[in-house]
T-cell receptor
Framework: GAVVSQHPSWVICKSGTSVKIECRSLDFQATTMFWYRQFPKQSLMLMAT?????????EQGVEKDKFLINHASLTLSTLTVTSAHPEDSSFYIC?????????FGPGTRLTVL | SQQGEEDPQALSIQEGENATMNCSYKTSINNLQWYRQNSGRGLVHLILIRSNEREKHSGRLRVTLDTSKKSSSLLITASRAADTASYFC??????????FGTGTKLQVIP
């Protein structure tokens, strides 16, 4: 199947700093990618839809100024958590569709101290 | 919330037994997929069933879909200890947006 990678796989940062997470589709192009957040022992919640060449679409309750999304090419979307706080600590996962199937990245664990 | 519901939340069975998980969703869908997730890891795609399909098999997996009830079930037959994981249903609606269920945590005891 198709492969989606994420980088970094884990990151620890200080409160107030910004963190960038990359999501790449390795062997296919994706005009749309999705970003999810998963808190411990909970399900995945869709944060936003990343659209190549245009603005991202954010789900209700997700601050677009805090979670900056850039989809600069057909194989790369980035999520930047700005001015991170401890409550932003979570597992962030991206996905990209190919045909009917969503392919998920391995996730990025963010810990904000 | 548009999140789907899954039951049971947790399931503990003996190796060799069958495990059944149920999922309900809220919106119209194009397809429904099931994923597994080992603790703290990424998602692994298990099986996809389209909205015009009622049942699908893949190895030890059997998935059913009832669009009139907006529900799906995942059956794992002859379970193994390695099947221990969390299982999520994911409903794909318009614009390829995916809404996940709350998940079922399966423990298979050797």
């Amino acid at each position: 199947g198709a492969v989606v990678s994420q980088h970094p796989s884990w990151v620890i940062c200080k409160s107030g700093t910004s963190v960038k997470i990359e999501c790449r589709s390795l062997d296919f192009q994706a005009t749309t990618m999705f970003w999810y957040r998963q808190f411990p022992k909970q399900s995945l919640m869709l944060m936003a839809t990343s659209n190549e060449g245009s603005k991202a679409t954010y789900e209700q309750g997700v601050e677009k100024d805090k979670f900056l999304i850039n989809h600069a090419s057909l194989t790369l979307s980035t999520l930047t958590v700005t001015s991170a706080h401890p409550e932003d600590s979570s597992f962030y996962i991206c996905s990209a569709p190919q045909g009917d199937t969503q392919y998920f990245g391995p996730g990025t664990r963010l810990t904000v101290l | 919330s548009q999140q789907g519901e899954e039951d049971p939340q947790a399931l503990s069975i003996q190796e060799g037994e069958n495990a059944t998980m149920n999922c309900s969703y809220k919106t119209s869908i194009n397809n429904l997929q099931w994923y597994r997730q080992n603790s703290g890891r990424g998602l692994v795609h298990l099986i996809l069933i389209r909205s015009n399909e009622r049942e699908k098999h893949s190895g030890r997996l059997r998935v059913t879909l009832d669009t009139s009830k907006k529900s799906s079930s995942l059956l794992i037959t002859a379970s193994r200890a390695a099947d221990t994981a969390s299982y999520f249903c994911a409903a794909t609606g318009g614009y390829q947006k995916v809404t996940f269920g709350t998940g079922t945590k399966l423990q298979v005891i050797p």
